[in-house]
Structure formats: C-alpha cells, structure tokens
C-alpha cells in the first residue's frame, strides 16, 4: 500500500461529538469562520499528501521508547508507519470529495495495555513496549473500540481473555472478539442509531453512551435484550463506576469551570456530589475511568498572537481522583493531525494508564503514560 507525505497547512479544528461532552465552540467557529485556531496548527486548508516514511520514522516504529515526563514517569511512544504489513497502520489520505481517515480509537485494556482500532486495514492491534500484535480481525467501517475482560461475573482471580468490541455507526452493529476468536455480534437498536460510544461490562456485555451522558445496557450475543429493556435500563453517567454510579461533566454557567457530578441511581436520579475543578474550559469529556478516579479531555481558550487567529484552543488531558478532587494527572495534547479520530484519547486499567493517539505524515503516533495515585503531577508537553 502506497500513501503520500500530507503536506500544506492544514485548518485548525478542535474536538465535536464525543461521548460524555460538553459542547466545543471552538470547533463550530473554526468550520464556520476559521478564526480560531487550534494550539500547534496553522491557519487555512489545503489537500493532504502523505509519502512512505523514511528511515527515521522506521526506526523510530520499531521502539516503544520513553521520553521524560514529570519526575519519577515515562511516556512510552510508538510510531506505525502507514502500510498494512506488520507494525503498521492503514490510511487513507483523502482528496478533492473525501477526507483524510486512518485508525479512529485508542482503547486501554484491562491490564494498561494500549489498543488500537486499524480501521483501514480491519483489525485491532495491541502494542507492547516492544512488539505490535493483532488480536483481532474487524469490519472495515467499524470506528468505536471497547476493550476488557472475558470473564463472567464475581469470577475468580486469574488471567482471563481479553475481550474486543467493534462498533460501527454505519451498520448499527457491534462486533465482539475474544482471545482472537470471533464471540458474536449484536444490532444497536434504531432508537440508539445516534450513539456516540461503547465500553463493555462483566459476561461480555455490551453498554452503549450517548451525547446526552446517558448509558444504556444492550446485551451481549447470547442474551439479546428488547428495545423496551434496553430502554429501561437507562442510566445518568457517561462513565458507570463499579457501584453503579454514574459520572458526569458540565461547565458551569456562572464561571466557565468544568464540574463533575456523581449521580445515583436509583428510581429517580439524584446527584451525589459535585467536584469542581478549577479549569476553565470552552469544552469537557469524559473519556474514561480507573479505580478511584476518571480521566477528561479539555479545550480551553487563550487570546493568539497571531493576527489571523482569534482565539487559541488548547487541548490537555486530565486525570482526577473522585474521593477529593486531586488532579493527579496533567498531560497536555498536540493540535489535530491530518484527520481528527472518533476516540483519540482513553484511560483505565490495572495499572492505570493513559493512552492518546495522533496521525502524523510519517504514519500514527502512539504514546501511553501511567497514571499516579497520589500527588498531582506538572504538565507535560506532548
């Protein structure tokens, strides 16, 4: 597979659409007036180009090397050449009539290893620090990953299979993977079509979030469930933690911070608690949880020197500890590459990790970090 260097400026967008968010005005503005920019990226558009990578890049794509984070951590990184050999990753630069698309998620497994979904190529791999592996083989349009245990509920210790979940919105259908082995699929019901991920929960069974921070429990492919059960069995949350409750964000009218709400489930939805963080932020997700905590996505505005551009938008993610509100975790992300992929940053994991995904013109890069239990961490650039 042959692919060209993108090259040119390309426009700044930010984040839209996502699972657990509150809304992002700097990518409306951005599509509709080009005056906000994103932090990294250059102003106007131009048709992308990518050329086969160079020797650099392919040697860089054979190490999962650190590189120094705060004190005492690591960032792992990964470069996969675009191809659709071994180690790498497909691509499709785009054109006059289609944009650019590559690798569209990055999932955290149950043991902090980092996944990604090769859309292209139809297959997701898994990345050791040293070696890359296809664990299983998917639909070429599915673009959701969820990935965990093959274990059946209150399951003993062990080293169960690791569980993978495909998602396509186009097919409306999931597609599930266990030890390489096909598992099943199952149909997402129409009145779910505009669903904006999914994760998965103990005997392969498959939650579905929408973009009103809602979960709902489809099944798994040997106990389908109703369209009324799946509807009935609703839940406040983005993200659902191991007791049931479900966590959310907003930005708070008032100041403009990011809040977190803990919300119980219960015959009527009540909300536990309120974290607010002290980040003003244009645009909050939640992108995944940990034990004792969750991890966010945030876009904040900064006035630009450049002349052209307005506004600049910031991107960070940030890792907190849901008993008191600690940031343990600040990682600062790079501007938008040559497509924007569906999940680009994820969390979880035992041990905890954070993983994030950007397409570059010598192919995906791909790094992962731990996440600390304790004292809050400085930022790191990308």
Not at 88 to 104: I, K, L, N
Not at 175 to 202: F, Y
Not at 222 to 228: C, F, G, K, R
Request: charged share 20%; net charge positive; hydrophobic share 45%.
């Amino acid at each position: 597979m042959t692919y060209l260097r993108r090259s040119g400026a390309v426009g700044a967008v930010g984040a839209v659409g996502a699972v657990g968010s509150i809304g992002s005005i700097g990518s409306i503005v951005t599509l509709l007036l080009g005056v906000v920019g994103t932090a990294g990226s250059g102003p106007g558009c131009s048709s992308p180009r990518w050329e086969p990578a160079s020797g650099s890049a392919a040697r860089r794509a054979t190490s999962g090397q650190p590189r120094t984070g705060a004190p005492g951590e690591q960032i792992r990184e990964r470069l996969l050449p675009w191809g659709s050999g071994a180690g790498e990753v497909g691509g499709d630069p785009g054109g006059d009539e289609h944009m650019a698309t590559g690798p569209s998620a990055v999932a955290v497994g149950p043991r902090g290893r980092a996944y990604v979904l090769d859309r292209v190529n139809g297959r997701v791999l898994r990345l050791w620090e040293r070696a890359v592996e296809v664990v299983a083989q998917v639909p070429a349009h599915a673009e959701g990953l969820a990935v965990g245990s093959d274990s059946p509920a209150g399951a003993g210790p062990g080293a169960p299979p690791v569980l993978v979940a495909a998602w396509s919105p186009l097919r409306a259908r999931v597609w599930l993977s266990s030890a390489g082995k096909d598992a099943g699929n199952l149909a997402v019901p129409r009145a779910l079509r505009l669903a904006r991920g999914i994760s998965l929960a103990a005997s392969r069974q498959v939650l579905v979030h929408n973009a009103h921070q809602e979960t709902f429990r489809l099944g798994s492919p040997s106990t389908l469930h109703s369209l009324a059960a799946v509807l009935h069995s609703r839940r406040e949350g983005a993200i659902l933690l191991s007791d049931s409750t479900g966590v959310q964000v907003r930005r708070r009218p008032a100041d403009g911070r990011a809040e977190l709400l803990l919300v119980e489930q219960a015959e009527r939805a009540r909300i536990l608690r309120r974290i607010t963080l002290q980040d003003v932020v244009m645009g909050a997700r939640l992108v995944g949880s940990f034990a004792g905590g969750v991890c966010l996505r945030l876009e904040k505005a900064a006035p630009s020197a450049e002349p052209r551009r307005k506004v600049l938008v910031r991107r960070e993610a940030l890792c907190v500890r849901l008993a008191d509100g600690a940031a343990l975790l600040r990682q600062a992300l790079p501007a938008p590459g040559a497509y924007l992929p569906r999940a680009e940053l994820a969390a979880g994991g035992e041990p905890a990790r954070l993983a994030w995904i950007h397409p570059t013109a010598e192919g995906l890069v791909v790094r992962w970090r731990a996440i600390p239990r304790a004292a809050p961490m400085e930022e790191v650039s990308p």
